[in-house]
Structures are given as C-alpha cells and as structure tokens.
C-alpha cells in the first residue's frame, strides 16, 4: 500500500522524541517535516535521525525569508541533506524565490503563502487588508510566476489557488484539523478529507498527530481516512 499524502510535522524538542516519531509514522505518511525548532536545536544531523533506514521524503521548513543573494547562499547550505521540499515565504518576492529554486535544482522549492495561524484580523494589522484568500492568490500566482514548483496555502483556499495555477504545482496544506480536534494556534483550518477533496497533494499535519497517546496509530487513521475518500471519488479537482 502507498504510503498516505502526509507530512507528519516533527515539532519535537528533543532528538529521541522526532526519531521515536518518525518511526512511528514512517510506515503510514509519504513524508516527515523538520522544522525550526528541531533544526535550530540540533542542525543538519538531525535529517539522518529521523530519516533512519526509511525512503521517507524529507521536508525541511526552513522559511526562508531574506535578500536574493542570502536566500542562495542558505538554500545551497542544505542542498546536502537532499530535502524533497524546502520552503520560502513567498513574501520574499520574485528574485528571492527564483534564486532559491535555481540554487537547488533537485528540491521542490515550495513557497509559503499567508501564514495558515493569521486571520483575516490579523492580516488587516499587517497590512494585507480583505479575505485571506485574495493576498494567497496574488502570492500563489507571484510565486509561480517566480519559478516555485509548490506553494504552502491553507486548506481553505486550496481550490481557488488550484483554479489559480493549474494541475502542475504542488499545493501543500497545514492547518489540518480531524473532525473533533481544538483548532489550536491555527486560525484557518479544515478536516484532512476536505483538504484533500480541494485538491491538496500533500496535507501537512503535526499536533493531530504526534500529541496522539499512539501516533502511529493517529497517521494510520488519518491515512485510511483519505484513502477512503479517494475510493469514494470525493476529490473535486
Ligand atoms: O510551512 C509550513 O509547514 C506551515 C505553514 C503555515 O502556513 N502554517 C503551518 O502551520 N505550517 C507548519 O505546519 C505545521 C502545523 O502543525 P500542527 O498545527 O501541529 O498540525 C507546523 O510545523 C507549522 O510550522
């Protein structure tokens, strides 16, 4: 059986605790995500710990966010660890996404769009004022435009940034909530069968699961979920 289109979001603060869930998970969920708090703490080895023996993808998210010339230098720094995705905050603009994609040319460099913690209160404060999806759409088309091969949206918005750019780009959704679970720190979030109904590729989901008592046991009823909706012909696009 294919593993499921997760990305299992190892926000852990030690190294035993992300290997102990990466092995739990490895065997269900197409990719595991190292983000900040586990890269900070340990670096680069922390990618062979949790890669262990599996073929498990790799996401490093990083977000990248700085000046074009910054951005290459950095995304090139990890092009050893052969992350299947890193990411960078679309806001960063054009040069800084295309310098990105050509310093890693084996990478899915995978363009964060509006934050899927920030509201739309939230983002009339930063500045961004109207619905949360305009200011993704406009990033999602600008990212593209720049050369990103994915994009990092909230499931909510995933169908219109789908109708935006096409079949071909990698649409990648956190803010992923199973039926019944607190919402959290995220503002906009929908369940993993709707996210994937909407046409997201892979469904980015850290507390559901690894704050689960068995978190092999959360991916794998998370992963039988969308294969049965996938049975069903639930996918609209
Ligand atoms: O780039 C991301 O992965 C990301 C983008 C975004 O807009 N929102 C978001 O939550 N994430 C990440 O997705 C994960 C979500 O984790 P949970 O809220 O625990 O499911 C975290 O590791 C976040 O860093």
Redesign the pocket.
Known sequence: MRPAPI?V???APDLETAARWASLVTPHVSTI?V???LYLRYGPEVIASVRGASGVDI?L?L?LHDIPNTVAGAARAVGRLRPAIL?VHAAGGPAMISEAVQALPDTRI?A???????SEADLERIGLAGPPGDAVRRLAAMAVGAGAQAL???PQEVAAVRGEVGPDITL?T????PAGSG????ARVATPEQAFADGADLL????????SADPGAAAAGIAAALRRSAAAGDRRV
């Open positions: 990305a979001a190892l926000d995500k983000g900040l708090e996401f998210d977000k990411t995978a964060v769009t509006v934050l899927t913690s920030l990092v949206c909230s990648i956190p803010g992923v909530r919402s959290q720190d995220q980015v989901i850290g507390r559901p699961i690894t704050g």
